[in-house]
């Protein structure tokens, strides 16, 4: 009797496992079925009057832009009607890509601070993705608040969250309507690193995050909560070849001067006296060249991080591993990306004080590469040199 009892609790609770496993299965592939303009790559006009980024989209060239719209509620609703309507514009010329965000809402509900760069998502806020190489593996994320705020960083399939450490160059400002509020921006190509072909196709994807409903999510696309991932539901975008390359060149000198007091022996006075050093002058540059869209070349000679934000002191004891301080410095920012993954393979704070250090660093087809050659001098010692070369064949594995 009671193996009879047992085996029937065990049937119950499977079959009850089964159906809410069915049932939130059913629940997360509810996608809406969607229009043409969806599916297919949307085409991004080239414009030949460029907006007045000042937040107000009166502008000729938003009336003959790419529009996005008909947004869905991604979370906390599963591809729902969103709370608020939601429009935006894209459009751009041999040098820029200008976006508008056109968000209907309450004025006297609106949360917009003037917050710090890369502090935005705790408040209203846009946002969009930009796979540059198409290649659903690594996405600029850019993102503004209703004052135009931003905050940048890269987004990588497979990492505990984005990268806000890079910085790009970008304008961008916002303003608060009777209606709600927009955002205008204007991204220069040189910021950005892309494939240099025609006929490119980058990966797309925009949303709009209210934060008093529940911290809602409302996307251009729906999200399938079946499929794992981020990059790979995105949308794409094309058009973008009337772009004018520019190389750049970045020089930033940097000069320390410091001076030693030190007590020495004296004859006359017991205790010594105190004698100043001469003054010493620690001379050091870095460089950064774009050879092409894809490639850069960074060097640095002696360079000096005294101008980078100091780490947040931490106290520790005990601890199976060794405390993580994120990378700053901006030779060390250009690639980053390519070492994220759960492994953590290389870590480049354990490099202090190089001597000189070069850097090649772009995307070819499927493979990312980093080869960069340090000259580190110790004290007392011979000089070392390092060398470090990496190859990811990103989609080796599809």
């Known amino acids: 009797m009671k193996h009879l009892i047992l085996l029937g609790i065990c049937v119950f609770t499977f079959a009850t496992f089964a159906s809410a496993q069915d049932g939130a299965a059913s629940s997360g592939s509810n996608l809406p079925s969607l229009p043409p303009e969806k599916t297919q790559p949307v085409s991004i006009p080239k414009t030949a009057q460029p907006p007045v980024v ?13 529009v996005f719209k008909d947004f869905f509620q991604t979370s906390p609703g599963n591809n729902i009607a969103p709370s608020k309507p939601t429009e935006v514009y894209m459009a751009y010329d041999e040098h820029y890509l200008y976006i508008a965000f056109k968000c209907w809402d309450d004025r006297d509900k609106i949360r917009a601070t003037v917050a710090k760069r890369d502090d935005v998502f705790g408040e209203d806020n846009v946002r969009i993705w930009l796979d540059t190489y198409n290649d659903q593996r690594r996405a600029y994320l850019l993102g503004f608040n209703p004052l135009g705020i931003q905050q940048d960083g890269i987004v990588t399939e497979g990492s505990f969250g984005p990268d806000f450490s890079v910085d790009i160059v970008m304008e961008s400002k916002g303003a608060i309507h009777d209606w709600g509020w927009a955002v205008e921006a204007k991204i220069p190509f040189k910021s950005l690193r892309y494939a240099s072909a025609k006929k490119r196709i980058w990966g797309f994807n925009v949303a709009r995050n209210i934060d008093r409903f529940n911290d809602e999510m409302d996307q ?7 499929v794992s991932g981020t990059l790979i539901k995105h949308g ?21 001067v410091s001076q030693t007091r030190e007590r020495v022996a004296d004859r006359f006075i017991a205790s010594g006296r105190m004698l100043n050093r001469p003054v010493k002058a620690d001379i050091g540059v870095n460089l950064k060249f774009t050879l092409t869209p894809n490639i850069t070349f960074d060097a640095a000679i002696n360079p000096d991080y005294a101008e980078i934000e100091a780490d947040a002191p931490v106290v520790s004891a005990n601890r199976r591993f060794p405390i993580f301080f994120e990378e700053k410095r901006p030779f060390f920012l250009e690639g980053k990306e390519i070492f994220d993954s759960s492994l953590s393979p290389f870590y480049s704070r354990t490099i202090v ?23 580190i001098m110790l004290p007392g010692t011979t000089v070392r040199t390092n060398e470090l070369r990496t190859a990811n064949a990103d989609q080796a594995a599809n």
Do not use: C, H, M, Q
């Open 353 to 375: 004080d190089p001597d000189f250090a070069a850097k090649l660093t772009g995307k070819t087809g499927k493979v990312t590469s980093d080869f960069w050659r340090l000259r």
């Open 236 to 256: 794409k975008i094309s058009g973008i070849d009337d772009i004018k390359y520019e190389r750049t060149l970045e020089v930033v000198p940097s000069v320390t």
């Open 54 to 66: 000042d937040g107000n989209l009166d502008d000729e060239a938003w009336r003959s832009a790419a």
């Open 220 to 226: 251009w696309l729906p999200d399938d909560r079946n």
